[in-house]
């Protein structure tokens, strides 16, 4: 086992040489579109999870995966060559679902925002239910413990007896 900071570390590199790997020695066109987003390593060093997003539509995106996974063998000969491990890790390409879940939240906030107003707009011109004071109050009643307190105390605070 391999310290998490050394993998950590590894799984930068390894994600630095496959985007430029990309861009320089992959001559495939469904390529062009892929952005690297992530890479990481597991402890042990010999596998290789690189995370990617494809600007496009379905058929772009599975275009560069069948690209991806065809010039897998191209890119883990780049990642021995520019990394100095004794094994060459294992490459698998999964695609990056933090675009499409970013996308989501952000309609889920919009639609919040929409039902906030309508809140907000029906909230403008009601009044609450009942009287304006829900506490019962007998204001004909004197309040007995204040007048007790003050007959059982003497001016230093001392009880009376």
Known sequence: MADPARAARLAQRIKVVVAQALGKVVKDPRVE??????????????????????????????????????????LRKEVGRNVTVRLTPSLEFVPDEIPVNASHLEELLREAKARDAEVAALAQGAVHAGEPDPYKRDEDEPDEDAADDDASVDGDGAPRA
């Open 33 to 74: 579109g892929v952005t690297v987003t992530d890479a990481r390593v597991t402890n042990d060093l010999q596998h290789a999870t690189i995370y990617y997003t494809v600007f496009g539509d379905e058929e772009a995106k599975e275009g560069a995966r069948a690209a991806l996974e065809k010039a897998k063998g191209v």
